[in-house]
């Protein structure tokens, strides 16, 4: 699977990945990638309006999240 992270908008770090919601269908595929820092894993969403990206280098956290599986 291929991921394209945007940069962030607080400081410009290309160092984002997405925040995945709920469990995975590949839990493997998904333990590995966060292990590799590839993607964050929440087990379930806090608000309506999730943040959809997360970035390594400032912790900011922005987007919305439409997974809701
Ligand atoms: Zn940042």
């Not at 699977?1 to 919601?21: A, N, V």
Request: overall charge negative; glycine content about 8%; proline content about 7%.
């Amino acid at each position: 699977m291929q991921l394209t992270s945007p940069k962030c908008p607080f400081c410009g770090s290309t160092r984002t990945c997405p925040i995945f919601y709920g469990y995975p269908s590949d839990i493997e595929w998904h333990l590995e990638a966060v292990a590799k820092g590839q993607i964050i894993g929440r087990e379930y969403s806090i608000s309506d309006s999730d943040p959809a990206w997360h970035c390594h280098e400032c912790s900011n956290e922005w987007g919305i999240s439409n997974e809701t599986s």
